[in-house]
């Protein structure tokens, strides 16, 4: 595995890939060692994924839940790596990753409430090791160094993968976290999607460095660019640079290019700073599209369109039915604001909720 | 609380230093680093001998990163570990405040109670030591003013003993603030058993009648020689040492000035929105109809703490307080 990395070396500015913009395989030799029933499942993960996703935007265009950022367009990051993960392995997500979230045992409806603003979502109730989602951009990466440390401390055979986007590799927290990873040589897997946008600010803006794989070299850890339209090139690269960090090496630093298809979250408006021709240009790389061209090409996706479109129908019901779960939950007590804080509730605090809850009684007596 | 009978002269760094043994010791899952806390034992010698007792993985240097060290330690704690991080100075904690505030502070609730951050985050502060600038600063009060966060700090030796054995065994995370200006000045007897002090009780060090004062950290030795003064003059001064800033005392504090009337709070930090404001606010809310005279607080200006040549001009004396004390009780 050593050897994919020296093949390539972010210096030789070459980028890992599999298939080509058609679903045909240009790089056979590293291509991913799945049965034919896994490539059907990545596929069909894929496309529940992309479905939950563009109905999720729905259900906000309905005002049903609050702002939702899309993971239109890089789906096979997420899905590459809720495939590759073992299931001692932590999740330290930033907040576009789906498919990993629904692979490590969150359920849609948990997602939904989140956005729909309630912290019951990250609850995580069937998933273990996965942290929430942390809003400061790539403050999470910090985290992922080190439970990487208690992994490593307690002698443990899994892995962390982290994920951060383009504009979060600006941040302090991304050097800090990469360095300290590399210096304590700790099992985790960075993950940086460069979807090309920080919000409206492009890739250019956020650096004068060629890429971010390159920026391994000065953090003394392993770095690899790959495609990450590419389901395949993803899942080996992941692969690989999981079983580099399990087996004590240290970590890795993985750029994935891709292209937010969406927009950065449902309050933005991608039409104000990027153009139709861009737009097209990254079209004929779409994930989804690659995949199945593969899988059809391949014969091994034998599903005629009808069919397909009474599968996703199905999709919707389902999301749809976790969804109304979701809007139904249970109301918000006020015990849930306060008791969390601290492992015992401060006798101030204490106080604060008594003199709400006499103001609470009195609004009630009005009535 | 008091265990043992083995007693040992002790200031306030070896007292310090003896309670992370003891947790080290007994607690596997304790993992103590910051910047030279390794093999120099930190620049003020707290962690002195426990890298080589306890081994590099457990006792360790860590990169000159704040924020990496705090946020590493959030995700330490997230995994089951219970870090004690070192901010070398207070001053220098500003880097680390996204993760002290934005995660350490919140983990718990975020994940509703499934990932806690027992963290302890050690930082020696306050001034009077002649040092350069960013090395004097109080800033207990932003601490106290985030939810998520528990605030301790000790006056003495044995205090800060038994209060940094409740932090470690806490499962919030506490900011211990050591007040640096009297890490060697005061030696007392203290047991080199375990013991423990609770975060949140104040300590009513001085009975008195007259007159309540509030300190903590380095100003209760202040206070003390304040109160020689004041005892000259004829002034009875209680003195309480609040030793925990947040969660607040309240009881103690309001059963005192409930007896005296009067409330004095001497603190190092600036003055507004301070812990001092804190307190004369509880005050009034508690016992306002038994006060005699206004709330005082006696604090730092709401200045950057001079360099030393000027620092004299910053810090509180003794004198001061005592012109306060007697202020208050002739009002």
């Given amino acids: 595995m050593i050897i994919m990395f020296k093949e390539y070396d972010p210096i030789k500015k070459k980028m890992f890939k599999i298939i080509d913009d058609d679903g ?232 994935a290019v891709t292209y937010r298809k969406g927009a950065h979250t449902t309050s933005d408006d991608p039409t104000k700073y990027r153009t139709k021709e861009e737009e097209q240009q990254w079209e004929v790389k779409d994930p989804l599209k690659r995949l199945k061209a593969y899988l059809v090409t391949s014969k091994k996706l034998k599903t005629t369109n009808k069919e397909e479109e009474k599968i996703i129908s199905q999709y919707k019901k389902e999301i749809d039915r976790q969804f109304v779960e979701a809007e139904n939950y249970k109301p918000y007590p006020l015990d849930d604001v306060f008791k969390y804080m601290y492992e015992d509730m401060p006798i101030d605090l204490q106080a604060q909720k008594m003199e709400h809850e006499k103001f609470l009684k009195w609004k009630e007596v009005r009535k | 609380m008091e265990g043992g009978t083995k007693m040992k002269i002790m200031n306030m760094v070896n007292a310090i230093n003896n309670a992370l043994d003891i947790k080290l010791k007994e607690d596997k899952n304790i993992i103590v680093y910051g910047q030279d806390v390794g093999v120099e034992g930190g620049v003020f010698r707290v962690t002195e001998h426990l890298q080589k007792k306890y081994g590099k993985d457990r006792v360790f240097d860590a990169p000159l990163a704040e924020s990496g060290i705090a946020g590493t330690a959030v995700g330490m704690a997230a995994a089951g570990l219970r870090p004690i991080i070192e901010m070398q100075f207070s001053g220098f904690v500003y880097p680390a405040f996204n993760q002290i505030i934005s995660h350490a502070a919140r983990m718990r609730n975020r994940s509703r109670g499934r990932y806690q951050t027992p963290i302890v985050i050690r930082m020696p502060y306050g001034g009077g030591i002649n040092a350069l600038e960013h090395h004097s600063e109080s800033m207990e009060a932003l601490f106290g003013h985030i939810p998520g966060l528990k605030v301790v700090i000790p006056s003495t030796p044995h205090d800060a003993k038994g209060l940094l054995i409740s932090a470690i065994e806490s499962n919030d995370t506490v900011i211990y603030m050591e007040p640096k200006r009297i890490y060697r000045a005061i030696k007392q007897e203290v047991t080199e058993d375990k013991f423990s002090i609770p975060i949140g009780s104040a300590n009513v060090i001085t009975k008195g009648t007259d007159v309540t004062v509030i300190a903590y950290g380095a100003m209760i030795r202040e206070v003390q020689k304040a109160i020689v003064l004041a005892k000259e003059a004829g002034i009875s001064v209680e003195l309480i040492d609040l030793r925990t800033i947040y969660p607040i005392d309240r009881d103690t504090i309001s059963n005192s000035v409930r007896k005296t009337g009067r409330v004095i709070t001497v603190t190092e930090s600036p003055r507004s929105f301070g812990v001092a404001s804190e307190i004369t606010q509880i005050v009034n809310e508690d016992s306002f109809l038994y006060l005699e005279a206004p709330p005082k607080r006696v604090t730092g200006f709401d200045v950057v703490v001079p360099l030393p040549k000027g620092e004299h001009h910053y810090m509180i004396s003794a004198e001061k307080i005592f012109y306060e004390i007697e202020k208050t009780v002739k009002f």
């Fill in chain 1, 24 to 255: 045909n395989i240009i790089n056979k030799k590293w291509f991913p060692e799945l049965s034919d029933e896994q490539l059907l499942k990545a596929y069909w993960d894929m496309v529940f994924a992309r479905t939950a996703d563009l109905q999720t935007v729905n259900y906000q265009r309905q005002g049903r839940i609050y702002t939702y950022p899309p993971n239109y367009g890089q789906e096979a990051i997420a899905l590459a790596l809720g495939a590759v993960m073992h299931e001692n392995d932590w999740l330290v997500p930033a907040f576009r990753e789906m498919g990993a979230y629904l692979a490590k045992g969150v359920s849609l409806k948990e997602i939904f409430l989140y956005f729909m603003g309630h912290e019951d979502g990250s609850r995580f109730k069937n998933a273990k090791n996965i942290l929430p989602m942390a809003v400061p951009i790539a403050s999470q990466l910090q985290h992922a160094t080190g439970i990487g440390y208690e992994l490593k401390y307690n002698k443990k055979k899994d892995v962390v993968f982290a994920v951060v986007g383009d504009g979060g590799t600006s941040e302090g927290d991304f050097h800090e976290a990469v360095n300290i990873a590399g210096v304590w040589n700790v099992p985790v897997v960075f993950i940086v999607q460069n979807n090309q946008y920080g919000i409206s600010t492009p890739f250019s803006v956020q650096t004068a460095s060629d890429g971010i794989a390159i920026k391994s070299y000065a953090y003394g850890v392993k770095g690899i660019q790959v495609d990450g339209n590419d389901y395949f090139a993803m899942h080996t690269a992941l692969k690989h640079a999981s079983e580099h960090a399990r087996k004590g090496n240290g970590a890795v630093l993985i750029e």
